[in-house]
């Protein structure tokens, strides 16, 4: 299997499962991550692998003006929903966490809570956070521990 071939997959699967509810299960990673990196008014924020939106809700609900990035959009209208109970507005865009639609040094903080783990290539992922997030800037992730394996293989792209 090729690295396109790989993603294809890895969309089908994604957009296949009942995510919404594993999200809210999820949230409480997402309300750390934004806790820790302590996101404040204004800051502009990007959220990688958004999902159905828990980390950009509570970044929105914190004043941030958040870029929300997924591989796919089957619960953009979820993320766009949770996030317009607390009054917040989202900019919603597809991409893939390996080659991020946006532009250079334009995020103060940029975080993934349980999304960009998921791409392939981790090195084009690392270089692309980097890459979008300006100097002096904030990137954090919340990711499983290398113990907790849910697949027996890793591709190696
Ligand atoms: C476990 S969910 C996490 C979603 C959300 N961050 C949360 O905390 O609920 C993983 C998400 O990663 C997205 N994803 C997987 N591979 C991706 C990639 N290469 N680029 C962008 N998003 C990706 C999936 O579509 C899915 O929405």
């Given at each position: 299997m090729n690295l396109d071939e790989f993603k294809a997959v890895q969309r089908q699967v994604w957009?296949?499962?009942d995510y919404p509810p594993v999200g809210r299960l999820l949230e409480p990673g997402a309300?750390?991550?934004v806790d820790a990196v302590g996101v404040t008014d204004g800051q502009r924020?990007?959220?990688v692998a958004t999902g159905?939106?828990?980390v950009a809700a509570l970044a929105g609900q914190a004043g941030a003006p958040v870029v929300d990035i997924d591989i796919i959009d089957a619960w953009f209208d979820e993320a766009r929903a949770r996030a317009s109970m607390t009054g917040v507005d989202l900019d919603l865009r597809l991409g893939d966490a390996e080659d991020l639609p946006?532009?250079?040094e334009?995020?103060?903080v940029v975080l993934s809570s349980f999304g960009a783990i998921f791409a392939p290539r981790h090195d084009a992922v690392a270089s692309e956070l980097v890459r979008v997030c300006r100097p002096g800037g904030v990137i954090a992730l919340t990711a499983w521990p290398?113990?907790?394996r849910t697949t027996p293989w890793s591709p190696r792209f």
């Open positions: 957009a296949e499962s309300r750390q991550l924020m990007l959220d159905s939106g828990s946006v532009d250079d334009s995020f103060d290398p113990a907790v």
